[in-house]
Each structure stands twice: as C-alpha cells, then as structure tokens.
C-alpha cells in the first residue's frame, strides 16, 4: 500500500468472497484512518428472472440485506472506524460501485471479491469485479 486512502468503498453480497473484501477493507480504513462505505447492490435483474412475485422477492430480499448491513456497520465500528456509511441500492451493480459510488462520495479505493453471488452470470454477461477495474477512476483492490 503505497497511498494513504482515506475514502474506501467495500462491495458485499453474502458471499464468502465479499466477506473477505469486507475484512480486508476494515483493516485498511482502520490502518488509514479513513472513511468506509459498505454497499450492497440488489442486482434487478437476477430478481426480475425468478418465477415468483417480484414485489414479494424484491421486500424479502431488501429486508434480509438490510439486516446484514446493520451487521457490518456494526463490526466496523468495533474496529474503531469512525466514519461508516452504508449504501443499499436495487439496480446494476457495476454502475453503481464503479462510478455512481465513487463518483458521489468521492472513493479513493474499492475493495471487492473476485467473484460473488452472480458466478453463473458471470460466464454469461461478464464479471462485475471486471468491469469495475476496468472502469473505476480510483484504485481497484480485489481480494481472494
């Protein structure tokens, strides 16, 4: 780590990967004194895909996302950062953590999984975690 950070952004999605990111992320924000910003992007389209109700999904989902959020606002705080925000968004989740996050809270570094809970779209569409190094103006740290 060559830059002192002082803005980090942290992808996480319920996977074992993002919640490697999730740790490493607090260590540098604890080690930089910097800000933290813990975003989970509810992907539309993977919820619009299912056979069942898309209201009903889309409440069942937001609510169990908005539980583990409280969880990781909770275990940043504990490890002493003072500024944690949370973002929780339904839409694409490349735009929003390669530009429309960094662009708004002016992020200095994100840090994600190489892959999450989209590995199956992934072969399909493209990697997220791809896009975002690609697309990102701050620097990109992916964590196996």
């Given amino acids: 780590m060559f830059g002192k950070y ?17 740790e490493e992320a607090v260590a540098i924000a ?14 539309e389209e993977d919820l619009s895909n299912s056979a069942f109700s898309y ?3 889309l409440h069942e989902e937001k609510e ?7 969880k ?12 944690v925000a949370s973002v929780i968004e339904i839409g694409n989740p490349k735009e929003y953590l390669a530009t429309l996050i960094p662009e708004s809270q002016s992020i200095d570094l994100i840090v994600m ?15 997220t975690t791809s896009y975002v190094v690609n697309n990102a103006s701050c620097s990109v740290l992916v964590v196996k």
């Fill in 6 to 22: 002082e803005s980090i952004l942290v992808a996480v999605d319920g996977s074992k990967q993002a919640e490697r990111a999730f």
């Fill in 30 to 43: 604890v080690a930089n004194q910097a800000t933290l910003t813990i975003a989970w992007i509810i992907n």
């Fill in 55 to 57: 209201s009903k999904i």
């Fill in 64 to 70: 169990m996302v908005e539980k583990e959020m409280l």
């Fill in 72 to 83: 990781k606002i909770h275990d940043a705080k504990q490890a002493q950062i003072e500024e």
């Fill in 113 to 127: 999984g190489p892959t999450g809970k989209g590995m199956i779209r992934r072969a399909l569409v493209g990697s």
